[in-house]
């Protein structure tokens, strides 16, 4: 039996606001205990939820990232459950008219080829406060610091069809949220949630099997994980001629499998309605156009832009925009310089990235400033600097110089372009090794390396290759 | 439509209400008998009728996004029954 | 001085003929002597009252004042109070101080005003008699094996019994006019939104209104004025303009259209009523209004439609109530699930549990769309009536209820019997329009009450009806006896 994965995904985002989304506590990680609750938060007899206007626009900032419908009328809605980390007994969120309906985003997966995803909807909520379990003798400890905290919960039509897929599209959204500026994407903060809703079928089946949903994967590898050790119980329980319970289960790290969650959810009724505290949310064209202009340049645009106008290849523009601040760094460096962008590439790409990997530095610790990196490649592009030598300053840049042409003249390392200076040194190499020359000049063209090698000795490195390898090929023919 | 004790106690627990058993028989009574009151409402025609969950018709006010709420944890769990290190105590979970 | 309206009081404040302090002591000593009766009020702050009061004093001879400073109110105990406890009539609120004040305590007590205490209530609002508190129910003072009304009978029965100035009431289906109505009293609803509903505590968030309950409706205009307005706090309050309501008090009534509903004039209206409400309306024609015969089609459904609302509103509204964060937990809970079904159990009286339950099942999956979706649709059709008949007509007017107070444990045990008390009065919930109940007569020697209700934001235009009738009739300002 040839099975499907069918795999939808809830991702939970924590917006970045200053303070919640229903009181005008902080939302800061890391409070001791309670210091961040309001009235409201503790949902203390007369308090009523104000809505915070930032977290709206973040939500349209999202919309249009996407590409999704944003509702010009959404109605939040009370989600009535018992838990002491729900303080009003009800979680104030979005059922039927959320803040943001249906889009599609293509990702790339990581062979290359592209897999569309279905958004159904994104809406906004609070979140509920934490529990302490093993603190208090025979009791429970709740921090309600948490509590109120706005969420956006973005939702994909179950469009997966595999782990892989399904931790693209994830990371894709992790980008996606921290670079245009809604998320901090911290997931071992729990900023950055994800759900994975998993059931399996027959291939070629149309109708969708029972599904489970997946909770507490907190990294992408456990993610993948989770979902990939959900398909296989399914598969063999279905093999097994058995059903699949609908469920909520939890992934566990440690053991590396997902079991049952049965205390908290048993088919909740959450008797949904209209939270009567809270009129209609309408939003008009004025303040989506708003929230518009505070857009960052969306990757997929700038990238395509970076292969277009200035003929970097798609993989390294890819490298380039997978990181907003490294395609920042990126343009910094060729502010104001004339040279092909593709030279600046293979810097940033090649030394640059090779240096932070080697020496676990971060691109926001980077010794280099952009304009002195630009400056650099500069050099090496008009001749001053030969490519090699170029990496010798760049090494006295990352330990802290800041003067590039300082360093050029400080330690002569200006490149020999000079004619008549490259002739002489050749003249004197040729004549030093004749039987090399012989030896070239009888077929073995190989050893035009041994001269070119020789000459750059002789010019401490400093001989321009191009030049020289021109003037020797000259001279060697005879 | 009448409320069988069952029923009602399926409702109670949803509300976290405790009801005592022998409340159970007397006080489903009393709710059929509001039911029935209410049941009246399915003969109304409401076809083309929009449900009013609001009576202004105002649209949502939105608040700038500034911290003006800090820490007031002692004034604010002064009436809590069970309080330790800052947390509110409830009887051990088991998750 | 007690028998004096509160703008009276205010003037003979303003004259220098009484002080605040007097006036506050005054009325100590009359709920030490009436209350234990009434039980009326919960509890009584005689040395904030006295503070106050002094301040009061202070102010009015630096020359700081406004038309109610140094007037004394009792807060119904739905609006939360720092200093004393707010326990909304509930064993599990009996000790709950609440850590802020309510926005229409702190609008009033910045216009000077002294609070006396706090008023008893039905539980959580929940109620048309007062029979429903944790605390013992409350005598109206007219007959006092009778009922005062609900939810705000402390209120009323304390405002007719002369025990403060004037009280603060909540009206979710009839909860300040109906008890005005039993009491004799005048008492206002305000359109839905014009007043805060920060700190007070909710029962159905859309159809809860907090307003003003005093002797008359200049009295009740100037506590409107000083309660109204937008509330950065509520997302319900509304930006409208509040006008200024003393201003049109005194504006004649010719011209002014009465709609008068056939739904409220049926064959089983108590004879009695009728006629004394017919005779106030033929007073109104006389100072100038027409009358006209209109119909509001819906009106049977309503009592049906907001027994569905109300309680689903406040199933979730009261779920807050769970002995962790504050409030009453029951002894040695065993495990959550104990905590919080004891603690509700043991805390909420019989009519709020009922109440709860009716909620609970109208939101639940399957009748949902039967009941609360039917409920809000049929919420709509009112609105549309109200709507409609105002193309036509300035005010409606009918009895504000269908009878006059009855006995204590008369109706108690019968819920159906006792909700049809908010026959007249839950449209004007339902459909967000102010409504006012004014005292126009007596029935076996208790108050018949008098309902007007208006469009949207139109409050003044009730409370110079209201003015104008109490200019040419006297039942406002009746005293029941042993009161004097």
């Keep these: 039996m040839a099975w499907e994965t069918v795999i939808g995904l809830e991702i939970h985002a924590q917006l970045k606001t200053r303070s919640k989304i229903f009181s005008a506590a902080s939302t800061a990680f890391g409070a001791e205990p309670n210091t961040q609750a309001s009235a409201v938060d503790l949902g203390l007899p007369g308090v009523l939820p104000v809505v915070n206007k930032d977290v709206v626009r973040m939500a349209v900032k999202f919309a249009l990232a996407i590409g999704a419908q944003i509702a010009k009328r959404s109605v939040f809605a009370r989600k009535n459950y018992f838990y002491p980390d729900l303080p009003k007994g009800y979680q104030i969120s979005q059922m039927d008219f959320p803040i943001v309906g249906e889009g599609a985003i293509t990702i790339t997966l990581p062979d290359g080829t592209e897999k569309r995803v279905g958004l159904t909807r994104a809406h906004l909520e609070e979140d509920a406060g934490k529990s302490v379990h093993d603190v208090f003798e025979g009791a429970t400890g709740i921090d309600l610091n948490r509590a109120g905290t706005p969420l956006l919960e973005i939702v994909t039509e179950p469009d997966m069809r595999s782990a892989t897929e399904a931790v693209a599209y994830a990371r894709y959204i992790h980008s996606l949220v921290q670079y245009i500026d809604i998320c901090d994407g911290n997931m071992q903060e729990g900023s950055f949630r994800c759900d994975a809703n998993v059931s399996v079928r027959p291939v070629g089946s149309e109708t969708l099997g029972t599904r489970t949903e997946v909770k507490n994967v907190n990294s992408f590898r456990f993610l993948e994980r989770a979902i990939d050790f959900e398909v296989e119980r399914q598969i063999d329980i279905l093999e097994d001629g058995g059903s699949i319970v609908q469920e909520t289960r939890l992934y566990d790290a440690d053991k590396d499998e997902t079991r049952s969650m049965r205390s908290k959810e048993e088919a909740n009724d959450y008797r949904y309605f209209p939270d009567p505290d809270l009129p209609p949310l309408v939003i008009d064209d004025a303040f989506v156009e708003a929230v518009a202009k505070t857009m960052p340049e969306l990757p997929a645009i700038r990238r395509q832009r970076f292969i277009d106008e200035m003929g970097i290849s798609p993989v390294d523009a890819q490298a380039l925009c997978a990181d907003k601040q490294t395609a920042n760094y990126f343009e910094a460096v060729l502010e104001g310089q004339s040279y092909a962008p593709k030279l600046a590439a293979n810097w940033v790409l090649g030394e640059v990235f090779g240096r932070m990997n080697k020496e676990d530095v971060a691109l926001a610790d980077l010794p280099i400033a952009a304009a002195d990196l630009g400056l650099l490649i500069k050099r090496v592009d008009d001749g001053t600097l030969s490519g090699k030598l170029g990496k010798q300053v760049f090494d006295v840049l990352w330990s802290g110089d800041t003067d590039v042409d300082a360093i050029i003249d400080a330690r002569g390392l200006k490149q020999i372009s000079d004619s008549g200076a490259i002739e002489a040194m050749v003249d004197e190499v040729i004549a030093a090794n004749p039987s090399q020359l012989a030896e070239y000049r009888a077929g073995k063209e190989k050893l035009l390396s041994f001269f070119v090698g020789a000459v750059m000795k002789a010019s401490k490195g400093k001989a321009n290759p191009a030049q020289l390898n021109k003037m020797l090929q000259e001279k060697l023919k005879g | ?95 | ?484």
């Design chain 2, 1 to 95: 439509m009448a409320l069988t004790p069952d029923k009602l106690s399926a409702i109670a627990h949803l509300a976290r209400l405790g009801v005592e058993p022998e409340d159970l028989a007397p006080l489903a009574a009393d709710l059929s008998s509001v039911l029935v009151l209410v049941e009246q409402l399915q003969a109304i025609d409401t076809e083309a009728v929009e449900p009013m969950a609001h009576p202004a018709s105002a649209s949502l006010w939105l608040r700038d996004d500034e911290v003006t709420e800090t820490d007031q944890r002692d004034t604010l769990q002064a009436p809590a029954p069970e309080t330790q290190d800052g947390y509110f105590l409830v009887p051990r979970v088991i998750e």
């Design chain 3, 1 to 484: 001085m007690h028998d004096k309206t509160l703008a009276q009081q205010a003037a003979m404040l303003q004259n220098s003929r009484i002080s605040s302090a007097e006036l506050v002591a005054h009325y100590l000593e009359r709920i030490d002597r009436y209350n234990p009766a009434l039980n009326a009020y919960l509890q009584v702050d005689a040395e904030g009252a006295q503070a106050a009061a002094s301040q009061a004093d202070q102010a009015r001879a630096a020359g700081n004042t406004g038309p109610l400073t140094g007037i004394p109110i009792a807060h119904k105990d739905i609006f939360c109070t720092k200093g004393i406890a707010t326990t909304c009539g509930s064993k599990i609120l009996e000790n709950f101080k609440a850590p802020y004040n309510a926005t229409v305590v702190d609008k009033l007590s910045d216009a000077g005003m002294v609070m006396l205490g706090k008023a008893n209530m039905d539980e959580f609002a929940m109620g048309s008699s007062n029979e429903n508190s944790y605390f013992g129910p409350v005598a109206n003072p007219w007959q006092q094996d009778r009922v005062p009304g609900g939810s705000s009978g402390g209120s009323a029965a304390l405002v007719a019994a002369q025990l403060a100035s004037a009280a603060t009431g909540t009206d979710t289906g009839g909860s300040i006019r109906q008890p005005a109505a039993f009491c004799g009293i005048t008492g206002i609803k305000p359109t839905y939104g014009r007043v805060s509903r920060y700190g007070m505590i909710a029962f159905a968030s859309s159809l809860d209104q907090g307003g003003p309950m005093a002797r008359t409706a200049e009295d009740c205009a100037l506590l409107l004025q000083a309660m109204s307005g937008h509330d950065v706090r509520d997302s319900t309050s509304s930006t409208t303009a509040v006008p200024d309501f003393s201003a049109e008090l005194e504006a004649e009534l010719s011209g002014l259209r009465i709609g008068l509903p056939t739904e409220y004039f049926g064959e089983g209206l108590d004879a009695d009523i009728a006629s004394h409400v017919q005779a106030a309306l033929q007073e109104l024609e006389k100072a100038g209004a027409t009358l006209k015969s209109i119909s509001l089609p819906n009106q049977q459904h309503c009592i049906p439609a907001y027994y569905v609302l109300a309680p689903a509103e406040a199933s979730s509204n009261l779920s807050r109530f769970d002995g962790v964060r504050f409030g009453y937990r029951c002894k040695n809970p065993q495990n959550l699930e104990d905590l919080y079904t004891r603690t509700r159990g043991e805390g909420f009286g019989k009519e709020v549990k009922r109440r709860i339950l009716i909620g609970t099942y109208a939101l639940s999956e399957g009748y949902y769309d039967a009941y609360y979706l039917k409920a809000q649709k049929v919420r709509q059709l009112v609105s549309n009536d109200f709507s409609e008949a105002f193309k036509d007509v300035d005010v409606i007017a009918g009895p504000t209820t269908p009878t006059t107070a009855f006995k204590r444990d008369e109706k108690h045990g019968d819920p159906t019997s006792m909700y049809l008390n908010d026959l007249f009065t839950v449209s004007a919930n339902l459909s967000g329009l102010p409504g006012i109940s004014a005292p126009c007569g007596f029935s076996g020697g208790l108050p018949i009450g008098l309902q007007l209700v208006a469009p949207a934001y139109q409050e003044a235009r009730l409370l110079n009806i209201a003015h104008r009738y109490q200019q040419l009739t006297d039942w406002h300002v009746q005293t029941p006896s042993g009161f004097e």
